[in-house]
Nanobody
Framework: QVQLVESGGGLVQAGGSLRLSCAAS?????????MGWYRQAPGKQRELVAT???????NYADSVKGRFTISRDNAKNTVYLQMNSLKSEDTADYYC??????????????WGKGTPVTVSS
């Protein structure tokens, strides 16, 4: 069974830092088209935060660019999200995602259960 397990969330002060982890099992992250982090705040839609492709290319939402960094450790089969200079608007549940893209993606789309991040202002 495929599992994505997020950890590292918690309560931090504005301006602080937090590092989230997504430990994958049942899949090898280096074979996945796109690994990503999403977040959902209360009363809002889930939004894309950052992605890293199979080839190692990264992309970020404008709201987090320059503050967040997505990375992976293939040996540990784990994806990370380093969050710096946190703002109150970063408060949300953060979800890890593994997705196949295009005809060769075979509709793969797996989600973790999320880890909460609360930034006090």
């Amino acid at each position: 069974q495929v599992q994505l397990v997020e950890s590292g969330g918690g309560l931090v002060q504005a301006g602080g830092s937090l590092r989230l982890s997504c430990a994958a099992s049942g899949i090898n992250i280096f074979t996945v088209d796109v690994m990503g982090w999403y977040r959902q705040a209360p009363g809002k839609q889930r939004e894309l935060v950052a992605t890293i492709t199979r080839g190692g290319n990264t992309n970020y939402a404008d709201s987090v660019k320059g503050r967040f960094t997505i990375s992976r450790d293939n040996a540990k089969n784990t994806v990370y999200l380093q969050m710096n200079s946190l703002k109150s608007e970063d408060t949300a549940d953060y979800y890890c995602n593994a997705k196949g893209v295009g005809p060769t993606g075979f509709g793969m789309d797996y989600w973790g259960k999320g880890t909460p991040v609360t930034v006090s202002s």
